[in-house]
């Protein structure tokens, strides 16, 4: 049999056992990383090679997962993996490669442009054409491509040119194009466990391809505080455990090393992608919640991750607005101040004003009359665009306009009894209509209370002939 053009590899057979060569009936697959490469990362030695030897995901491919099934019967449709990093999506998709009888492309959205995916297509369809055989295409980083080159994929899904396997860390609700989506099943991946990367980790001691060689051992200690130091992240896993190999200075791996090791860890977090919106999502509701400690926590978490202090001063105003209002109206006074402090000191300094704003605003008083309230009237506004504003509530800067009536019948509210007068501020046809009703929380209670002693002495006033404004609720 003559070898394959390049854009597949070589025949079965033809490759290191494991290196990511096709079984299961001939298929074929690029050239990717040797595993078997004694210099190859741990992480890439440690890459599982059948569906046993994978180590998480145990819903979608643990005994009877549909994922597992797909690939065990080679019947893989096209289909996007999104988990967090290092949950295992190159890894599923190397397993495909050696189980399939497609023919299978790895594919960078990273590295690799639209030319080379036209050259991908054009091949597959030749092969198709020639063998019958399809081809699958892994794209890994997808919601690297812009919308346009996405598209480009479309005809060739749809038609079974290629069977694509898209990877990604951001929601494809988000950055894959809804056609493409339609054609596609998602496969959602979690983080992997504390005790699942312990296992990849005692996995990795163990076995030749990785640090059995070295005979190395670890403390419990130190597994435990590396497992849970890895943020669901089995290649941040092993890359601290070869580091704290490394440093270790006896055939034992301890606290210490693992400490060294995970000195340069970074948190999780993509200021521009879903986790920054899954993060101040979180410290939103904790604030909303009334639970300080759950606030501070994922406050320190993006100021740790390096988001912008003023993006999160301008939430903290959002929520002092939106969740406490009238509650509580020094809570919009503080996050101002914090926002201030932040400017005048800076970090590491300023970070604290952003704290004790966050704590402030979870231990007030809740109510979001306010938004309600303004919302209601927003509405209002939106279905009545024309409504003329009364006679006694216009402005009448010129002769002409007093000669209209421009202002006529005005009552100066201080100068009443009671600083009320009984006249209304609405159009006609929105009298009566009440936008904002007072909370029982907070100072919003004597608010309430206020606004019903207005009301009170407006009724009582009907007599001399006013409008009056009837505040029901709208």
């Known amino acids: 049999m003559s070898e394959e053009p390049s854009l597949f590899g070589r025949e079965e057979g033809r490759g290191r056992p494991g290196g990511g060569r096709a079984r299961l009936g001939g298929g074929e697959t690029t050239p990717a990383v040797d595993p078997t490469d004694p210099g190859a990362p741990l992480a890439t030695r440690m890459r599982p090679t059948s569906l046993d030897d994978f180590v998480g995901q145990g819903k979608l ?3 009877g997962g549909p994922l597992r099934e797909l690939i065990e019967r ?17 890894s599923l998709a190397h397993i495909v490669a050696l189980m399939t009888r497609l023919a299978f492309v790895r594919f960078s959205a990273v590295t690799e442009g639209i030319a080379r995916v036209r050259a991908v297509i054009a091949e597959a369809a030749e092969r198709r054409r020639a063998t019958g055989r399809g081809t699958i295409l892994f794209v890994d980083e997808i919601h690297r491509f812009n919308k346009a080159q996405q598209d480009a994929f479309l005809p060739h899904v749809e038609a079974g040119t290629v069977v694509l396997i898209g990877a990604t860390t951001e929601n494809p609700s988000f950055e894959v194009i809804g056609p493409l989506l339609s054609r596609t099943r998602v496969f959602v991946l979690e983080p992997l466990s504390a005790q699942e990367l312990a296992e990849v980790c005692r996995r990795a001691l163990r076995e030749e391809r990785g640090l059995a060689g070295s005979c190395l051992e670890i403390e419990e200690e130190a597994l435990e505080r590396l497992a849970v130091a890895a943020d669901g992240d089995a290649r941040r896993a092993l890359n601290a455990l070869e580091t704290a190999a490394e440093l270790a200075r006896s055939k034992r791996i301890v606290l210490v090393d ?3 090791a995970l ?28 639970d300080p400690d759950g606030a501070l926590y994922w406050l320190a978490r993006m100021l740790e991750a390096g988001e912008d202090p003023m993006y999160i001063a301008r939430r903290l105003v959002r929520m002092a607005t939106e969740d406490i209002g009238l509650a509580d109206p020094q809570a919009l006074a503080i996050c101002i101040g914090a926002r201030d402090a932040y400017h005048f000191l800076g970090s590491p300094e300023g970070d604290l004003a952003l704290a004790e704003a966050t704590i402030y605003l979870a231990a007030a008083p809740k109510s979001n009359r306010v938004y309600e309230g303004f919302s209601r009237a927003r509405r209002a506004a939106r279905e009545t665009p024309a409504e003329p504003v009364p006679i006694h509530l216009r402005n009448a800067p010129t002769a002409l306009m007093k000669e209209l009536g421009y202002g006529r019948d005005y009552v100066y509210d201080p100068s009443e009894p009671g600083g009320v007068a009984p006249q209304s501020y609405l159009p006609d046809s929105l ?14 209670a004597e608010i309430a209370a206020r606004l019903d002693r207005f009301a009170q002495m407006r009724s009582r006033a009907r007599g001399t002939g006013m409008p009056d404004t009837g505040m029901t609720s709208s």
């Open 61 to 63: 491919v643990g005994p």
């Open 74 to 90: 080679d019947r893989i449709p096209s289909l996007i993996l999104w988990g967090p990093p290092g949950c295992g999506k190159t």
């Open 258 to 260: 693992v400490e060294k």
């Open 263 to 290: 000195q340069h860890r970074f948190a999780r977090y993509d200021k521009g992608g879903e986790e920054h919106y899954n993060v101040i999502s979180a410290l939103h509701k904790a604030v909303r919640g009334s």
């Open 431 to 444: 009298l009566g209509r009440r936008f904002y009703e007072a909370g029982d929380r907070g100072l919003e």
